[in-house]
RNA sequence: UGGGGUAUUGUGUAAUGGUAGCACAAUUGAUUCUGGUUCAAUUUGUCCGGGUUCGAAUCCUGGUACCCCAACCA
């Protein structure tokens, strides 16, 4: 149990909110979700299904209209959803407060505890002073009572220019803490709002609006990242002065994940510069380019159990994320055969008009999949990399005179290799045994590998996408001087293999829809599919041993 | 530099004065009609220095390192 839970649970038992629970994730529609904030919502979604009567509200964070667009609140709804949690009734929009926070704002004026200052960004700067200098108060500091009232009521008529005043809270220009220094509760906007329309001129900052949207709700455990640590005592502050429903705000660490970037800011320049295809970029660590790539829901909500909650930064690898998919996938996903690199082989002594319908095991790991029927026949294709002309020790696949077993066929032995002028291999004789019919040598002798196959007047053509890091780097950040994150992209990210071939099976795979081709790993249907062509996603590859042996082989010779 | 936080194997995370455990990664072996899965095993750790105690990752004390804060972003 983590330290938040341990807090929660503490609190049932002491009945300090009398016994409820309830939590919210607050996203800004400013950008796509991305696996950070399922951390997130999995706590506090997580933390409200755990305990009987919990709840955890979904709320709209939209205070800033120049960021926030409504296309990004539909993205967040869905991937919310998707992830398999729900809101009921409690979803929340800040914007649907603005009127009381403007009642509130209202009512520290009142008491002498807000001023509107004329000084504008740069000077409200000087003023601020230093980490280590105190500020300086502002000369607009003591207006009367009156005269707020009137200017603020102004401000929000929409009388004045963007920019040319604000509203603060009167705290302590001298505070070692930076927020306390009369933060800024409103600024003059003149912006369309995605929900309010040309209502206001006025928005709250975060800082004034976020405290009140979770005490309005009547919010118990207010769960954010660390840095707003610094900020709780600004909303202790708003809340007392108020005197209203005090939520406790505990911080966490945000989740950084190696190879990657994680900032809605990074991630929307490499969607606006095009350097990746989209918010869902099967490349970028974003909900709907996760499940783009062929995610399960389900594996994601295990990593963010796994990684667990705590008040320090750290960075998990990638590794994690990748073995909680395979974990999931291995289960779940049916087997199908999928050739990605085809060499052509042709079997002898098999008759050629002869086609066979072998049984296949869907998924070995669930006995519920049943089996499927694959034809047969005397040409087939293999993956290039399943045969070497002069092999390794360790290399127990297809060669000259060597048998193997062909997955749910026949066992075969190479006998030809045949080349164009290149010398390029383009394709493989070979004899077959009839009586291995299935996989099975009656006479019980081994082969020494099982290669998959998929037969060639029955292959259906596919483009496969193969993916890897985004980043060459495990932190992106670190860059040569005078370069950015973006020169650490991986050039070789995405591989795009548009003559595969794949069992017929697949014929009406749909999107999203998940296999594992035998041997290569799990791939997705992608949504760029037509009905011309299927393209596939590849999620994650399966463990590879050989090619851990072939790197091993590399370093030994360098 | 003022303030606020945090330090446990390569990476993450447990242990709340009593055998430093678990997962990922790495390595080895067994099983296997996927070089997958599964199973077994191995390697590596309490930031540093003092103190209290029969006993300290944990308590005290002094240091060190890292993160956050000087947006009218969130």
């Known amino acids: 149990m983590d330290f938040i839970r341990t807090i929660v649970a503490e609190d049932i038992l002491t009945g300090k909110w009398n016994g409820e629970v309830i939590t919210r994730f607050p996203p800004e529609p400013n950008g796509f979700l991305h696996v950070g904030h399922a951390k997130s919502f999995c706590l506090n979604f997580g933390i409200a299904a755990e305990n009987e009567g919990g709840c955890c509200h979904l709320r709209f964070d939209d205070t800033n209209p120049v960021m926030e667009e409504a296309r990004y609140v539909e993205s967040i709804l869905e991937d919310v959803r998707w992830m398999g949690w729900s809101w009921g009734e409690h979803l929340y929009y800040a914007s649907d407060y603005f009127d009381q926070m403007y009642d509130y704002a ?45 200017l603020f009521r102004r401000m929000k008529e929409g009388e004045f220019k963007d920019g040319s005043r604000v509203l603060r809270a009167k705290i302590d220009m001298s505070s070692p803490n930076l927020n306390m220094r009369d933060p800024v509760m409103y600024r003059i906007l003149h912006a369309e709002h995605h929900r309010t329309g040309s209502k206001w001129f006025i928005y709250p900052t975060y800082d004034w609006a976020h405290g009140l949207e979770d005490s309005i709700e009547g919010i118990t455990h207010s769960l954010c990242t660390l840095e707003f640590e610094n900020h709780r005592p600004l909303y202790n502050w708003y809340l ?37 295809m989209g918010w869902d970029d099967p490349r970028l660590p974003t909900i709907s380019g996760m499940r783009r790539r062929g995610y399960s829901p389900e594996s994601i909500r295990e990593f963010c159990r796994r ?34 690199n085809p060499l052509k082989v042709v079997i002898d002594n098999y008759p050629d008009e002869e086609e066979e319908w072998m049984d296949a095991v ?6 519920e999949a049943g089996t499927r029927k694959v034809p047969f026949s005397k040409v087939f294709y293999i993956e290039q990399d399943d045969f070497m002309e002069d092999p390794p020790k360790k290399f127990f696949r297809l060669a000259p005179g060597r048998e193997v077993r062909l997955r749910y066929a026949f066992f075969v032995t190479c006998t030809d290799v045949v080349k164009d002028d290149n010398g390029q291999i383009i394709e493989l004789r070979c004899s077959y045994d009839p009586a291995t019919r299935g996989g099975n040598a009656p006479d019980g002798r ?18 496969v996408k193969l993916y890897d890091h985004l980043f060459t780097m495990e932190n992106p950040e670190n860059t040569a ?3 950015d994150f973006k020169s650490n992209l991986n050039p070789q990210s995405l591989k795009t293999l548009s003559d595969c071939m794949v069992e017929p099976s697949l014929k009406e795979a749909k999107c999203l829809d998940r296999f594992q081709f035998e041997r290569l790993g799990y791939f997705s249907v992608d949504s760029d599919s037509t009905n011309e062509k299927i393209v596939f996603n590849r999620t994650v590859s399966l463990r590879d041993t050989w090619a851990k042996i072939q790197k091993k082989g590399h370093k030994k010779q360098n």
Not at 446 to 463: C, D, G, M, Q, R
């Open 446 to 463: 081994k082969v020494k590998s099982t290669i998959h196959w998929v037969s060639a007047p029955h292959a259906l053509n596919v483009e």
């Open 240 to 276: 007392d002065k108020l005197g209203v429903h005090h939520p406790q705000q505990i911080e966490f660490a945000r989740l950084e994940l190696t190879y990657t970037v994680m900032s809605k800011r990074k991630l929307l320049q490499l969607v606006e510069e095009n350097l990746v």
């Open 307 to 340: 990684i667990g909650i705590n008040k320090f930064n750290s960075t998990i690898d990638i590794a994690l994320l990748e073995h909680c998919v395979r974990e999931d996938l291995n289960k779940t996903s049916n087997r199908v055969m999928a050739v990605l």
């Open 362 to 367: 869907n998924n070995p790991e669930d006995p």
């Open 481 to 483: 001087d005078g370069e």
């Open 106 to 150: 209202f009512q520290l004026i009142n008491n002498g505890l807000a001023y509107v200052c004329d000084l504008d960004a740069e000077q409200m700067r000087e003023y601020r002073g230093t980490l280590t200098a105190p500020g300086k108060d502002s000369p607009y500091r003591n207006r009367s009572i009156e005269e707020n009232q009137d």
